[in-house]
């Protein structure tokens, strides 16, 4: 393969028609320079000029190689600018998917003051609970919330998201409170549940006295909308499994209120997965940075003014 610095070496060579010319030129001895003159003749197999002790003149081959590779250092730098005006204006789209409540509470409300920042760049946001793959759907970064599936793709960790049961006080008013996870299966609580293909949300993990346990709990109400699910805890028809920054304004209005104090749910992890490139696309490591920095804030608020414990 072609050493660039090879062909740089010959451009200035041929243009100089001096090789100690040339080899200061580009800041090397005058030993570097005949050594990469040498091995791009070696390379074509060819001789590129014809030398003597008082002067350097191009061959045939020489004079046809020149515009080429005139050619090549042009392309090259053209890259190079290209890239380097990506970096510091970035332009396109970028892809990103997440859950409905990290999609709705903290990656959009971001969005506008992103493009704000870099106006050439156009986010694409795609809302599912669902898993999502990203080769195969053609996304840039997935944010998830919980365990990140298994895959080769890079991970951002954004940070533990508080956890928090709740229910309605016309729920508590009709069914009693309960204090422990033990207490939503004994007391046959009713449970609303996030339902989809894969979905494990039917159980819970609690913290008890014995560490972390799953209850099997049930309920009249299922969906794989988390914000419909939030509606009817809102609406008094059951208990509801949520991250803190989905419900946060309820529980300060009082239009919910914790339970299962005693058995709390666990944090969950939230972060973004993305394609493991060697050279990231800008725009990507921007975006993911962007969002890293506001979501941190918004979720540290959330828990500093709720009456969890941290």
């Not at 892809?95 to 509470?105: H, Q, S």
């Not at 989809?196 to 560490?211: K, M, N």
Request: proline share 7%.
């Amino acid at each position: 393969m072609t050493n660039i610095n090879n062909i740089r070496m010959f451009v200035r060579v041929y243009e100089l028609e001096n090789m100690s010319a040339a080899a200061r030129d580009l800041r090397v001895s005058a030993a570097v320079a005949s050594s990469r003159i040498g091995e791009q003749e070696r390379h074509l197999g060819v001789r590129l000029f014809n030398r003597t002790t008082r002067s350097i003149q191009p061959t045939e081959q020489g004079r046809i190689f020149y515009p080429k590779a005139l050619d090549v250092l042009q392309a090259l730098e053209d890259a190079e600018a290209a890239v380097h005006e990506v970096t510091l204006n970035p332009r396109g789209s970028v892809y990103v998917a997440a859950p409905l409540g990290v999609g709705r509470r903290l990656i959009a409300p971001n969005v506008a003051l992103f493009q704000e920042a870099y106006p050439e760049v156009h986010v694409r946001l795609r809302l599912s609970d669902r898993k999502v793959d990203l080769t195969s759907e053609g996304l840039d970064i997935a944010y998830f919330l919980g365990n990140p599936p298994d895959s080769g793709l890079r991970l951002r960790s954004l940070g533990e998201c508080a956890r928090v049961l709740c229910a309605a006080p016309t729920y508590i008013s009709r069914f009693g409170m309960p204090e422990t996870g033990a207490d939503l299966v004994a007391q046959n609580h009713r449970c609303l549940l996030l339902r989809y293909p894969g979905s494990d949300q039917f159980r819970w993990t609690l913290h008890t006295p014995d560490g972390p346990q799953r209850f099997d709990v049930t309920g009249p109400f299922a969906c794989d909308d988390g914000d419909v699910l939030t509606s009817w805890a809102l609406a008094g028809h059951g208990i509801v499994n949520k991250p803190l920054f989905d419900v946060a304004d309820h529980l300060a209005s009082g239009a919910l209120v914790p339970v299962c104090t005693d058995s709390p749910a666990p944090n969950a992890q939230l972060g973004c997965l993305f394609p493991h490139k060697r050279n990231q696309d800008p725009k990507i490591r921007l975006f993911i940075e962007f969002m890293a920095e506001r979501i941190k804030a918004t979720l540290n608020e959330h828990l500093k003014t709720s009456q969890l414990p941290r």
